[in-house]
């Protein structure tokens, strides 16, 4: 399939690079000194797209008018306009499955942390204050006798609730539409969800659909023994309207893995004592980023080979 040719805009992984170059004519937008000019130059061949972000839209598929389809790395794909695709008859697929269980052990993890506070107990002996100031305080949380309610319950979401049953935890949830197969408790709005839980756990994908979807209502309906972790995308909450309600005492806590403006953290997050933060790792594990990888070039190799995606994303599914 070396006469495909195929645009990879930003880096992959090393070994994803590797197998894209020994299937297909592979075309690194990013080693150009003059991008715009290097898609004026060869856009008309470009075939497919595999990145890792966008944006991909109707502007960027004009640029490469006979491209069929977008392999997206990851199973978060708010940076890439479905409608655009489906409108030029482009196919979009992301990674899912792949990356479930590791999202899910962050996600508990994440959790634990940040109930726990060990990240800052961590920091305590670390910087010498065991010795010095004795034992790090009693955590004002516990893990016991929470209620967990997760903020989209598709395949991680669901990993996620399996790992919480195991802790002993009650489970709710909210999502698009009551899942009849589920026996969780469902609540129509992410404000009633909030209200019949502490600890609010949000892997809802990102978009508009979704933005600032927990604002300072579903806040306010936590409560101050209420926690909030985010594994899914940090436009899903309102970050003002968080440090606002950290700040006040509105809720408890926060753990999150992602961010609005990534890879920029307001300082106001970082300065609180009850918030935990991670760098956007919850895949990023070698093994499954390496799995994931190989999803985008499976992807593409089927399209080209049979003219089907494995794993489409579900507006292509329905189209």
Partial sequence: ????????????????????????????????????????????????????????????????????????????????????????????????????????????????????????????????????????KLTGATMQGRTLGIF??????????KRAEAFGMTIHYHGRHKQDDISYPYHATSKELAAACDTLMVVAPGGEETRHAVNAEVLEALGPDGIVINIGRGTVIDEEALIAALENGTIYGAGLDVFEKEPHVPDALLKLPRVTVLPHVGSASQATRNAMGQRVVDNLKSWFETGKAISPVPEMRSA
């Fill in 1 to 136: 399939m070396t006469s495909i040719d195929i645009l990879m805009p930003r880096p992959m992984l090393p070994i994803v690079q590797e197998q894209l170059d020994a299937a297909f004519t592979v075309h690194r937008l990013y080693e150009a000194d003059d991008p715009e000019a290097m898609l004026a130059e060869i856009g008309e061949k470009i075939r497919g797209v595999a990145m890792a972000f966008g944006p991909v839209n109707a502007e960027f598929l004009a640029k490469v008018p006979n491209a069929e389809i977008v392999s997206s790395f990851g199973v978060g794909y708010d940076h890439i306009n479905t409608d655009d695709c489906l409108a030029a008859n482009v196919m979009v697929t992301h990674t899912p499955d792949v990356l479930t269980e590791e999202v899910a052990d962050t996600a508990l993890g994440l959790m634990i942390m940040t109930i726990r506070e060990f990240g800052q107990a961590e920091q305590w002996l670390r910087q010498g204050n065991w010795e010095s100031k004795g034992p790090y």
């Fill in 152 to 161: 989209g319950l598709g395949r991680i979401g669901k990993a996620i609730a």
